[in-house]
């Protein structure tokens, strides 16, 4: 299932597939990793995993990426060096911009709306993404919440990169809705 999950969203569109499962064991975590990352790079997508440099080097994926509570940027680049991508999770423009001189190669701001997959305190909304937009030229991802009715929210706010879990996990068709966030996110100049 694991397999023909990220197969059919490539297919769909999903340029980038992130691994985040702290309830898995390190072996079957590494094991999901490797598997992930070749159906992905199969498909030409990249594979991320979440909160663990090691693992990421050692299943070969694409990237790392962490979030503030998480290893820092820059030690997850000690383990990773420039061949993997690094990203970072940002809640306010000042981490955004600490994540750009850390060294990140992208990063993801949010949470925006509340998230069926995640719980937070606060959510900051457009008005964040429109602040980074402005000032940050690295690749940046609205994160937290984003569905289909929201889309339009992030869109003019500046951003045309989203990570998207639930709204595409919980759809009675996966494919069809990652094709039309796909699709919504092309039209944009």
Same mark, same amino acid.
């Given at each position: 299932?694991?397999?023909?999950?990220?197969?059919?969203?490539?297919?769909?569109?999903?340029?980038?597939?992130?691994?985040?499962?702290?309830?898995?064991?390190?072996?079957?975590?590494?094991?999901?990793?490797?598997?992930?990352?070749?159906? &992905?790079?199969?498909? !030409? @997508?990249?594979? +991320?995993?979440?909160?663990?440099?090691?693992?990421? $080097?050692?299943?070969?994926? /694409?990237?790392?990426?962490?979030?503030?509570?998480?290893?820092?940027?820059?030690?997850?680049?000690?383990?990773?060096?420039?061949?993997?991508?690094?990203?970072?999770?940002?809640?306010?423009?000042?981490?955004?911009?600490? &994540?750009?001189?850390? !060294? @990140?190669?992208? +990063?993801?701001?949010?949470?925006?709306?509340?998230? $069926?997959?995640?719980?937070? /305190?606060?959510?900051?909304?457009?008005?964040?993404?429109?602040?980074?937009?402005?000032?940050?030229?690295?690749?940046?991802?609205?994160?937290?919440?984003?569905?289909?009715?929201?889309?339009?929210?992030?869109?003019?706010?500046?951003?045309?990169?989203? @990570?998207?879990?639930?709204?595409?996990?919980?759809?009675?068709?996966?494919?069809?809705?990652?094709? /039309?966030?796909?699709?919504?996110?092309?039209?944009?100049?």
């Amino acid at each position: 299932a694991f397999v023909e999950r990220i197969a059919t969203l490539a297919e769909a569109g999903v340029d980038i597939f992130q691994l985040r499962d702290r309830s898995l064991d390190d072996r079957i975590l590494l094991d999901r990793a490797r598997i992930g990352t070749k159906v &992905a790079n199969d498909h !030409g @997508a990249l594979f +991320i995993v979440n909160d663990r440099p090691d693992l990421a $080097i050692a299943a070969r994926a /694409d990237g790392v990426h962490v979030g503030q509570e998480e290893m820092p940027v820059a030690d997850s680049r000690r383990i990773v060096g420039q061949q993997l991508l690094v990203g970072v999770s940002t809640h306010s423009l000042e981490q955004a911009r600490a &994540a750009v001189s850390e !060294g @990140a190669d992208y +990063i993801g701001c949010g949470p925006v709306f509340p998230s $069926i997959t995640k719980s937070f /305190d606060s959510f900051v909304g457009p008005e964040l993404l429109r602040q980074v937009a402005k000032i940050v030229d690295l690749p940046a991802f609205a994160i937290g919440g984003i569905h289909q009715a929201n889309l339009d929210q992030v869109l003019q706010a500046g951003f045309r990169r989203v @990570a998207i879990s639930g709204a595409i996990r919980d759809a009675e068709n996966p494919k069809v809705v990652a094709r /039309d966030f796909k699709q919504r996110l092309s039209l944009v100049p």
